[in-house]
C-alpha cells in the first residue's frame, strides 16, 4: 500500500511536468478486462516507443476498441497494469487520474463534439475550464490549431453546420490543444462518408511527422500501410502479431490475420484462391 | 403536535363512497367515475383528432393546433365554469355536476390525448406508412392496422401519465361543489374544524396511492417494451 | 334570444376594479411562485448529484409525493394544515396589515392565502421542474460525456459547462411549459378564498350575474398572460444555434466491446 500511495504521488509528479508537450511511451504488462462472465482483453503485453505511430487492426469483437480505452481509463483493467513513461498509471484517481488524462488526447468515432458550442470553443473549453487559461489566449490558441487542421475559416460555425470530416478534424484539434504527449485514435473514420476519409488522413498523417506517439484502431488499410510505423493485429482479445506494414500487408504469418486480410482486402474473394 | 385519527374513523365510508345509499355516490367512488369516463372520452376524441391531424395536414392540423393551445391556455377551472353555464343552455335544462366536470375534464384533456397521440405516430418510420400505403391500403387501414399498433406501446405510458392527471384534475370539482374525495373531505374538515391536518394527509394519502399505482404500472409498461427490444 | 353582452357591466366601476386586482394578484403570485420553485429545483437537483443515498432518497420521495397528489390537496393542507402550525406570533404578525408589504396595485402580499399559495405552487411545480431538467440532461449524448472525461474534465465542470447547458437548451419548451401551468394552477388558490383572478370573476358573478361577459374577459385575460409569459421565456431562453440542414451520421459500426 505504501509503494501504491508513493507511485501515485510519483505519477502525478510527471503528469503535472510544465514540458506539457513530452511525448510518452505506453506499456501494457499482462492487462486483462472482463465485462462480467465475457474476457474482452486477454493477457496482453505491449509496448509502443515514444514518438511511434501504432495502428491496431482485427475483425469486430476483437477487443482492439477497449484496448485503447483502458489507456486514458475510460474503462478500467481488470488485472495488469498499464505504464505511460514507465509510471503505473492503475491506482490513479481523482485529481491525479484527471491529471493524467489531460496528458492523452483522444478521439472518438462519433467525434463527439460539444454541441453548443463553436468549433472554436469546443477546442478552447477545456483550457479554460480545465487548465485555468484566460479566454483570449485559449481562444488564441484554438484558433491556430483549427487552422493547422484546415478549418481556420469555420471558427464560428456549430458542428452540425460541419461535414462529418470538417467535425471529425474539430475533434483532432480539440484532442491537441492540451499538448498530450500521446494522442489515441478510435475508428476515426468508420463514421464517415467516403469522400471525407481522406481530409481526415491528412491530418493524422502530418501529426504522424511532428513526433508525438499516436495509437489508432482503424479499418483504414491505407492509414496502417502509409503512415503506420507498425501494425498490431488483434482477434479475440489478444494480439496475434505485430510487424512493419510492409512485412504484415505482404507476408502475414498468423492465419487469422491472413484470412482477415483476404476478406478485407478482397472482399469478393473472401476465400483465398487470390494471392495476397 | 398531535394527530387525533378519530375523524378518519367517523368519517371513512363518507370520504370512500360519498352518500351511495341515498344514489349520490361520492368520495373515490366519485373521482374514480370521474376519471374513468372523463379518460375514454378523452381518449376517443383525442384519437379522432390526431387522426385527423395525421390525414390531412395542413390547415387542419394548424386548426386543430391552435384549437388545443387555447383548450390548454386557459385554467381548467374556467373551463368547468364554462361548461357549467353554457351546457344548460346547450340542453336546455340543468346538468348534473359530475357530468359538467366529466365533460369539462374530457374536454380539456383530449388536446393532450390529441398531442401524444400525433408525437407516437410521427415517431414511427414513414416507411411503414409508405409500405401499407403501396400495398393498396387506405389511410384508414395504415392508421389502424399498421401505425396504432406499432405506436401503442410507446402510447400507453403517456395515456397513463394522462390518466394520472386526470385524477388529479378530479380535485377541481371542489370549486363547483361536486361531492368527489377534495370536496368530500372539504365538507368533512368545515364541519369538524380542529383536524385539517389529519383529513388532508389521508386525503393526500389517497390520492397518492392512486396516482402511484398508475405510475408504476406506466414505468413497468416502459420497461417491458425495452426487455422486449433486446 | 334577447340577450345581449353587456361588456360595460364588468368592464367599469367595481367589477372593474376586481378585475384588475385579480389579474395583478395572479401576476404576482405567479412571478414568486416561480422564483421559490426555480430555487427549490437547484436545491433539488444539486442534492440529487450528492454522493449520499440519503439526498438522493429524498429527492425521489419528494418528487413523487408532490406529483401524485392534486395542487388543489396541498394547498388545503398547507392553508388549512401547515398554516396553523406555525408559531402564533408570525402569524399575529402575518395577519396584521402591513402597508408596506404591498406589490403595486396595492396587492399584500404578506398575507396567509398569498404565502400559502405562492409556496404550495412553488413546491408542485419544482416536482416536475426537476423531472424536466432531468429528462433535458438524460437527452445529451453520452459520447460527448465521454469526450470531456477524456479531456480531463472533472464531474462539476463537465455538468456546469458541457451538460447543463445543453439540457436547458433541450429542455427549454418543456420547462416554459411547467412555468405556464404554474400561472394557470395560481386559478386553483380560488379554493383557499385567494382573491386572484379566478375568485374575482366568481365575485362579479355573484354581484351582477354577468356570468359570460365575466368569464370571456377572464379567459382572455389567461389567455394573453399565457401568450406574454410563454413569449417572453422563449425570447430569452437559451436557444438552439441557427443551423442549416443537419449533417446525417452514418450508423456507428462499432468494433471491439
Known amino acids: 500500500m505504501q509503494q501504491d500511495t508513493l507511485s501515485t504521488a510519483a505519477t502525478s509528479a510527471v503528469f503535472s511536468h510544465s514540458s506539457a508537450g513530452k511525448t510518452a511511451a505506453v506499456e501494457f504488462r499482462q492487462v486483462s478486462k472482463s465485462f462480467g462472465p465475457h474476457e474482452v482483453i486477454r493477457n496482453v503485453d505491449l509496448r509502443v516507443d515514444s514518438g511511434e505511430v501504432v495502428a491496431v487492426c482485427g475483425p469486430s469483437g476483437s477487443g482492439k476498441s477497449t484496448l485503447i480505452r483502458l489507456i486514458n481509463q475510460l474503462e478500467s483493467v481488470s488485472s495488469g497494469e498499464i505504464y505511460i513513461d514507465n509510471q503505473p498509471t492503475r491506482n490513479l484517481k481523482g485529481a491525479a487520474l484527471r491529471q493524467l488524462r489531460t496528458h492523452i488526447g483522444f478521439v472518438f468515432q462519433q467525434f463527439n463534439l460539444y454541441a453548443h458550442l463553436t468549433a472554436e470553443d469546443n477546442v478552447s473549453l477545456a483550457l479554460i475550464k480545465v487548465h485555468g487559461w484566460n479566454k483570449t489566449q485559449a481562444r488564441e490558441k484554438a484558433r491556430a490549431l483549427l487552422t493547422r487542421v484546415g478549418l481556420g475559416d469555420k471558427a464560428q460555425h456549430y458542428p452540425e453546420q460541419l461535414s462529418g470530416g470538417q467535425q471529425q478534424r474539430v475533434a483532432i484539434a480539440r484532442a491537441l490543444v492540451t499538448d498530450p504527449g500521446i494522442i489515441l485514435f478510435d475508428e476515426p473514420t468508420s463514421a464517415l462518408d467516403p469522400e471525407m476519409i481522406g481530409e481526415v488522413l491528412l491530418v493524422m498523417q502530418e501529426l504522424a511527422k511532428s513526433g508525438i506517439t499516436m495509437i489508432v484502431v482503424t479499418h483504414e488499410m491505407s492509414f496502417a500501410r502509409e503512415i503506420a510505423d507498425r501494425v498490431i493485429f488483434m482477434d479475440g482479445g489478444e494480439i496475434l502479431e505485430q510487424a512493419q506494414p510492409e512485412d504484415f500487408f505482404l507476408r502475414p504469418q498468423h492465419p487469422r490475420a491472413q484470412r482477415f486480410l483476404q476478406k478485407v482486402l478482397f472482399p469478393l474473394h473472401p476465400q483465398s484462391g487470390v494471392a495476397l | 403536535m398531535e394527530f387525533d385519527w378519530s375523524v378518519i374513523h367517523d368519517n371513512f365510508t363518507y370520504l370512500l363512497w360519498g352518500r351511495l345509499a341515498d344514489g349520490e355516490p361520492g368520495g373515490v367512488l366519485l373521482t374514480l367515475i370521474m376519471a374513468a369516463s372523463a379518460g375514454v372520452l378523452a381518449l376517443l376524441f383525442g384519437v379522432l383528432m390526431a387522426a385527423l391531424a395525421w390525414r390531412f395536414g395542413g390547415w387542419t392540423r394548424k386548426i386543430l393546433f391552435i384549437w388545443a393551445s387555447f383548450i390548454r391556455g386557459i385554467p381548467l377551472i374556467f373551463v368547468i365554469f364554462w361548461l357549467y353555464f353554457l351546457l344548460p343552455v346547450v340542453f336546455g335544462g340543468s346538468i348534473p355536476g359530475p357530468m359538467t366536470v366529466i365533460l369539462a375534464l374530457a374536454w380539456f384533456t383530449s388536446a393532450a390525448v390529441m398531442h401524444s397521440t400525433l408525437a407516437g405516430l410521427e415517431a414511427l418510420p414513414r416507411g411503414q406508412t409508405e409500405a401499407g400505403i403501396a400495398s393498396g391500403m387506405s389511410d384508414g387501414k395504415v392508421l389502424l392496422f399498421v401505425l396504432l399498433p406499432q405506436a401503442w406501446p410507446n402510447l400507453l405510458p403517456s395515456y397513463l401519465g394522462l390518466l394520472i392527471s386526470l385524477v388529479k384534475d378530479t380535485s377541481l370539482a371542489f370549486i363547483v361543489n361536486v361531492p368527489e374525495l377534495t370536496t368530500v373531505a372539504g365538507q368533512v374538515n368545515n364541519r369538524v374544524q380542529i383536524y385539517p391536518a389529519e383529513i388532508f394527509l389521508l386525503v393526500g394519502l389517497m390520492y397518492y396511492l392512486l396516482c402511484a399505482s398508475l405510475a408504476y404500472l406506466a414505468g413497468k409498461s416502459i420497461k417491458r417494451r425495452q426487455g422486449l427490444r433486446t | ?257
Open chain 3, 1 to 257: 334570444m334577447n340577450w345581449h353582452p353587456d361588456w360595460a357591466g364588468v368592464l367599469t366601476g367595481q367589477p372593474l376594479q376586481w378585475i384588475i386586482s385579480g389579474f395583478l394578484t395572479t401576476l404576482y403570485v405567479s412571478i414568486v411562485g416561480s422564483l421559490l420553485a426555480t430555487l427549490l429545483t437547484v436545491l433539488l437537483l444539486a442534492l440529487r448529484m450528492s454522493s449520499s443515498r440519503l439526498a438522493r432518497g429524498a429527492v425521489a420521495a419528494f418528487v413523487s409525493v408532490f406529483r401524485n397528489t392534486p395542487l388543489l390537496v396541498q394547498l388545503l393542507f398547507w392553508y388549512f394544515a401547515a398554516y396553523g402550525a406555525l408559531p402564533q406570533s408570525w402569524r399575529f404578525y402575518i395577519g396584521d396589515n402591513h402597508p408596506w408589504a404591498t406589490f403595486p396595485g396595492n396587492i399584500a402580499w404578506l398575507t396567509p392565502e398569498f404565502l400559502c399559495a405562492a409556496w404550495g405552487l412553488a413546491l408542485f411545480t419544482a416536482a416536475f421542474l426537476v423531472e424536466e431538467v432531468q429528462a433535458g440532461l438524460n437527452s445529451v449524448p453520452k459520447g460527448q460525456t465521454e469526450a470531456a472525461i477524456s479531456q480531463g474534465f472533472s464531474r462539476k465542470t463537465l455538468l456546469l459547462s458541457i451538460l447543463l447547458p445543453q439540457a436547458l437548451i433541450n429542455a427549454w419548451q418543456p420547462i416554459t411549459g411547467q412555468y405556464l401551468n404554474l400561472m394557470k394552477l395560481s386559478s386553483l388558490a380560488t379554493g383557499i378564498g385567494f382573491s386572484e383572478l379566478t375568485y374575482q370573476v366568481s365575485q362579479i358573478e355573484s354581484y351582477n350575474a354577468h356570468a359570460f361577459e365575466g368569464f370571456a374577459v377572464g379567459t382572455l385575460l389567461y389567455l394573453a398572460l399565457g401568450l406574454i409569459l410563454g413569449w417572453l421565456m422563449t425570447a430569452f431562453g437559451p436557444k438552439r444555434p441557427q443551423h442549416r440542414p443537419q449533417v446525417v451520421l452514418k450508423e456507428e459500426t462499432r468494433d471491439g466491446v
